[in-house]
């Protein structure tokens, strides 16, 4: 089983960047669907960027599409989240999450990782 490890949250202004990173061990990561989601307080859990395991299928939600990239390095076994142009609505815990047979239904979840901007 993969554990995964986020990295890279903090407080930034609007308008501007932050990497997010996720470590996995423990699982041969180039064999797993993989996607972002994020939690804002008191609202629902949104996936905003999702892939399979071999890149065929890689999508975002209408909120961070044009704004935020996805990509993996399957040799550092990272997965990671650019996000430019930053808005305060972006503010949530980010959570990366895995799975080897799904890619719309994940058992792997790292424990997140806080972004506020502000504004």
């Known amino acids: 089983q993969v554990q995964l490890v986020e990295s890279g949250g903090g407080l930034v202004q609007a308008g501007g960047s932050l990497r997010l990173t996720c470590i996995a061990s423990?699982?041969?990561?180039?064999?797993?669907?993989v996607a972002w989601f994020r939690q804002a307080p008191e609202k629902e859990r949104e996936r905003i960027a999702a892939?399979?395991?071999?890149?065929?299928?890689?999508g975002y939600a209408d909120s961070v599409r044009g704004r935020f990239a996805m990509s993996r390095d399957n040799d550092k076994n990272s997965l990671y989240l650019q996000m430019n142009s930053l808005k305060p609505e972006d503010k949530a815990v980010y959570y990366c999450?895995?799975?080897?047979?799904?890619?719309?239904?994940?058992?792997?979840w790292g424990r997140g990782t806080q972004v506020t901007v502000s504004s």
């Open positions: 999450a895995a799975d080897p047979r799904s890619s719309t239904e994940y058992n792997f």
């Open positions: 423990g699982g041969t990561f180039s064999n797993y669907a």
């Open positions: 892939a399979s395991w071999n890149g065929d299928f890689v």
